[in-house]
């Protein structure tokens, strides 16, 4: 007899075997649901995500926005009737993967291309941004700094035109040292620049102690290569009460002037609920005005956006925009590639999401990933294991979690996630292990 509800299109089975912690640490591999009941293990199952039924399928719009991939695999209608383009997945081989890296572009008769390097500070919302544009999640976002470790091209495709989107972090050597970095990462914003058609800039309005200003890394990268026009986003503005302050962040950003001109923002943002009008509200202690003395503005940004990254409506808008700026030339990529990272890379920067996510402090900057398998299954789904390898014994209780749910939680997060980018089902096994 069939089970209503729990056969659906997408399965996402989120096996959790972790490292068990005896009286004598001696370790053993377990299965934390073992002991429960069929009936239990059922409902454990759908309450955690290893599968999606009823009123969890629902929910995909509100967790990946309207009209994701996982919607649309799961046989959702799209939230309007108007032709959305094809979101490519990623194959979940390696070897296809950079075959169709390196396949010759499908190009129309007349394309265009338009490359684009994304600038701003930690936590600013590049990888958030970028995955709206993108229309999938490739890219790890996390409320801790430093989540991407390596550099990856988002690909955007529509019609004629192809956006090359890059996102180098932008660190110093302090902080590359101290999070256990790749030394690369120093040198790719500058690499990114050179072959750059448009520079995005983009600044957390949240933030009150970043948002009055440019970093210094971000004005000398604009200085250095003034002559690649750029653009100023301004992130989070749903998180802004008053238009006001609003104004005055937009006039030190820009130091009054864009595209050459006194102050003309583009009015690519809505109303949000709570955002009042113009009022003299008092200025914070990190706001400056335009007048002041130190550099902390850019006053060569073609144009301003304003916009909450969460917002397919804003991003929306923010994407015609790029699409418009492309200029006749040859694609780079094929109109299936979706991002230049391997599956493996994907897989990994997902995990450090969760693990940047649920760890405090800097534990998880010294957690070791090392994928040990990466099969396809016998019905056409991913296997995948991973072994996470931590220096100190309270990190792998820590990891671990209470009864194990922290790392079940990891794994069906993860699950989840990859399910929409690769478009089958994921089969995750997560273990902890102490380095000696």
Same mark, same amino acid.
């Given at each position: 007899?069939?089970?209503?509800?729990?056969?659906?299109?997408?399965?996402?089975?989120?096996?959790?075997?972790?490292?068990?912690?005896?009286?004598?640490?001696?370790?053993?591999?377990?299965?934390?649901?073992?002991?429960?009941?069929?009936?239990?293990?059922?409902?454990?199952?759908?309450?955690?995500?290893?599968?999606?039924?009823?009123?969890?399928?629902?929910?995909?719009?509100?967790?990946?926005?309207?009209?994701?991939?996982?919607?649309?695999?799961?046989?959702?209608?799209?939230?309007?009737?108007?032709?959305?383009?094809?979101?490519?997945?990623?194959?979940?081989?390696?070897? &296809?993967?950079?075959?169709?890296?390196?396949?010759?572009?499908?190009?129309?008769?007349?394309?265009?291309?338009?490359?684009?390097?994304?600038?701003?500070?930690?936590?600013?919302?590049?990888?958030?941004?970028?995955?709206?544009?993108?229309?999938?999640?490739?890219?790890?976002?996390?409320?801790?700094?430093?989540?991407?470790?390596?550099?990856?091209?988002?690909?955007?495709?529509?019609?004629?035109?192809?956006?090359?989107?890059?996102?180098?972090?932008?660190?110093?050597?302090?902080?590359?040292?101290?999070?256990?970095? &790749?030394?690369?990462?120093?040198?790719?914003?500058?690499?990114?620049?050179?072959?750059?058609?448009?520079?995005?800039?983009?600044?957390?309005?949240?933030?009150?102690?970043?948002?009055?200003?440019?970093?210094?890394?971000?004005?000398?990268?604009?200085?250095?290569?003034?002559?690649?026009?750029?653009?100023?986003?301004?992130?989070?503005?749903?998180?802004?009460?008053?238009?006001?302050?609003?104004?005055?962040?937009?006039?030190?950003?820009?130091?009054?002037?864009?595209?050459?001109?006194?102050?003309?923002?583009?009015?690519?943002?809505?109303?949000?609920?709570?955002?009042?009008?113009?009022?003299?509200?008092?200025?914070?202690?990190?706001?400056?005005?335009?007048?002041?003395?130190?550099?902390?503005?850019?006053?060569?940004?073609?144009?301003?956006?304003?916009?909450?990254?969460?917002?397919?409506?804003?991003?929306?808008?923010?994407?015609?925009?790029?699409?418009?700026?492309?200029?006749?030339?040859?694609?780079?990529?094929?109109?299936?590639?979706?991002?230049?990272?391997?599956?493996?890379?994907?897989?990994?920067?997902?995990?450090?999401?969760?693990?940047?996510?649920?760890?405090?402090?800097?534990?998880?900057?010294?957690?070791?990933?090392?994928?040990?398998?990466?099969?396809?299954?016998?019905?056409?789904?991913?296997?995948?294991?991973?072994?996470?390898?931590?220096?100190?014994?309270?990190?792998?209780?820590?990891?671990?979690?209470?009864?194990?749910?922290?790392?079940?939680?990891?794994?069906?997060?993860?699950?989840?996630?990859?399910?929409?980018?690769?478009?089958?089902?994921?089969?995750?096994?997560?273990?902890?292990?102490?380095?000696?």
């Amino acid at each position: 007899m069939a089970v209503p509800g729990w056969c659906g299109a997408g399965l996402v089975r989120a096996v959790v075997k972790v490292w068990q912690l005896g009286p004598h640490v001696a370790g053993k591999w377990v299965t934390p649901l073992s002991s429960l009941s069929c009936c239990q293990r059922r409902c454990v199952s759908c309450v955690s995500g290893a599968t999606f039924s009823g009123p969890r399928l629902a929910s995909a719009s509100a967790q990946y926005g309207q009209g994701s991939a996982l919607d649309r695999f799961l046989g959702f209608p799209e939230p309007d009737s108007s032709p959305t383009p094809c979101v490519p997945a990623v194959s979940i081989h390696r070897d &296809e993967q950079d075959l169709l890296l390196v396949h010759r572009p499908d190009m129309p008769e007349n394309p265009r291309v338009l490359r684009v390097v994304l600038l701003g500070a930690p936590n600013a919302g590049k990888s958030t941004l970028s995955n709206q544009l993108l229309g999938r999640k490739v890219f790890p976002v996390s409320k801790k700094v430093h989540t991407t470790r390596c550099q990856a091209l988002g690909v955007i495709t529509e019609e004629e035109a192809q956006i090359l989107l890059d996102t180098p972090g932008i660190i110093n050597p302090v902080k590359q040292k101290r999070h256990h970095l &790749e030394p690369s990462l120093l040198e790719d914003p500058w690499k990114s620049m050179e072959s750059a058609d448009l520079v995005i800039v983009l600044v957390d309005v949240s933030d009150k102690w970043t948002r009055d200003r440019l970093s210094s890394q971000v004005l000398q990268c604009l200085t250095q290569f003034s002559q690649v026009p750029s653009i100023l986003v301004m992130n989070k503005v749903d998180c802004l009460k008053q238009k006001s302050v609003l104004l005055e962040l937009t006039a030190a950003l820009t130091e009054g002037v864009v595209n050459g001109k006194k102050l003309k923002m583009k009015q690519a943002f809505r109303s949000y609920p709570g955002m009042d009008g113009p009022s003299a509200a008092p200025k914070g202690p990190n706001t400056q005005s335009v007048g002041s003395p130190q550099k902390i503005g850019w006053p060569h940004f073609q144009e301003i956006f304003m916009l909450s990254a969460l917002s397919q409506e804003d991003v929306k808008t923010l994407k015609k925009y790029l699409l418009a700026q492309a200029q006749p030339g040859p694609w780079e990529f094929h109109s299936g590639v979706l991002t230049s990272q391997t599956p493996e890379e994907i897989c990994t920067n997902i995990i450090r999401e969760k693990l940047l996510e649920y760890l405090p402090q800097e534990v998880p900057y010294n957690v070791q990933q090392k994928t040990i398998l990466w099969e396809e299954g016998p019905s056409g789904e991913l296997v995948i294991q991973q072994k996470l390898l931590v220096p100190k014994e309270s990190h792998v209780r820590l990891l671990i979690g209470p009864k194990g749910h922290l790392i079940s939680q990891i794994a069906q997060e993860v699950g989840r996630d990859l399910m929409d980018i690769f478009l089958c089902d994921v089969q995750i096994r997560l273990s902890v292990k102490l380095i000696k």
